[in-house]
């Protein structure tokens, strides 16, 4: 059954729109499709407000009076190379420095500049951001690690020198 206001799909035993929460009258929607209604026609039909005593209690206006959200748009799929940029970076940071560093960041790099040419096609310029900073905190901890190694193992051989007499 499809909703009287919105024309949205619901169940057949639905008693309000999932869409829009407009009461469901099984007599006044059809199983078809419905036909779009005229927001300036319907205005027109209803009848105008009547004055308020002072005192008296406002009633609250109807659910169906109340116009129909905007359809939501349909989601973009996310880059696949922006997805292996993330997953990249954290092998990056755990399992494999060096490779996964570089991949992260390779990948990252790739998937944003085919987000910034395809937009309306493909979306996740974040994720491919997180890969590519992941990528470049993994090298720069391998640079960092390379050289505090390389101290201790050259301050290792210069006191082995050292000692010897040299």
Do not use: H
Request: proline share 8%; aromatic share 4%.
């Amino acid at each position: 059954m499809f909703c009287p206001m919105c024309g949205a799909p619901n169940e057949d035993d639905a008693e309000f729109c999932g869409n829009c929460g407009a009461a469901m009258n099984p007599e006044d929607a059809s199983v078809e499709t419905p036909q779009e209604i005229d927001p300036v026609e319907e205005a027109e039909d209803e009848p105008e407000d009547e004055p308020v005593e002072e005192g008296a209690a406002v009633e609250a206006a109807p659910a169906e009076s109340a116009p129909p959200p905007a359809k939501a748009s349909l989601s973009v799929p996310t880059s696949g190379l922006a997805v292996a940029a993330l997953v990249s970076g954290v092998a990056g940071l755990t399992l494999l420095p060096l490779v996964g560093g570089i991949l992260a960041m390779v990948l990252g790099y790739m998937a944003r500049r085919d987000i910034r040419d395809r937009p309306d096609e493909v979306s996740g310029d974040g994720l491919a951001l997180a890969g590519i900073v992941m990528g470049w905190i993994s090298i720069g901890l391998v640079v960092v690690g390379c050289l505090f190694f390389g101290a201790i193992a050259g301050c290792g051989m210069f006191a082995a020198l050292g000692a010897g007499g040299y």
